[in-house]
């Protein structure tokens, strides 16, 4: 494990990082971009990883399913494109239309916004509150190959809790995903 990154990661109870990264639809996103959130979901991801392709439909469907609550998810790719050209910015817009995203995606070029959130892998989930104070970190759910088989619902239990003016029961879980790809 990279050691600044670990040293630099969000905890439970921290505040939101701000980015101002442009997003797919030709928009640049702030934290000031979803003040109307009562939750703000963040979650690191990319085009090329198979954990967030298998996530992305689940995806779409939190972020249907608690829109009229002010939940909002975006999405931040931080991959570095040389190494992984799948992952630019072309190729995200792309990705976006033809999946169908209902939430932003965001390029985060210099890779600042993933090193200020400590993220390490794609698919990682940061989810805040109101006061955009850092509730849930980790997984969306137990099983990345098959929705029909999670147990457990980690995003959506952390949804439902914040929601309820409750704390999370288990704020923090293990992401399972790739490796989020650092430039050299």
Not at 1 to 11: A, F, I, S, W, Y
């Amino acid at each position: 494990m990279n050691q600044e990154l670990d040293d630099n990661k969000l905890r439970i109870g921290d505040g939101a990082p701000d980015f101002r990264l442009p997003g797919v639809d030709g928009s640049t996103y702030s934290l000031e971009s979803f003040t109307d959130a009562e939750i703000m979901v963040v979650m690191f991801t990319c085009n090329h990883c198979p954990y967030v392709q298998a996530y992305e439909d689940r995806l779409i469907a939190i972020q249907r399913d608690y829109a009229d609550r002010d939940v909002h998810l975006v999405a931040i790719n931080s991959n570095d494109e040389r190494g992984y050209p799948e992952d630019g910015f072309g190729q995200m817009v792309e990705r976006a239309r033809k999946i169908g995203f209902n939430f932003p995606y965001l390029r985060d070029e210099s890779q600042k916004a993933a090193r200020a959130y400590g993220a390490q892998c794609t698919p990682e989930i940061f989810v805040f509150d109101k006061e955009r104070i850092l509730r849930y970190h980790g997984r969306v759910d137990d099983n990345w190959r098959s929705p029909e088989d999670a147990r457990q619902h980690d995003l959506r239990d952390a949804i439902d809790a914040l929601l309820a003016g409750k704390p999370v029961a288990k704020p923090e879980n293990q992401a399972i995903g790739c490796s989020l790809k650092w430039a050299l």
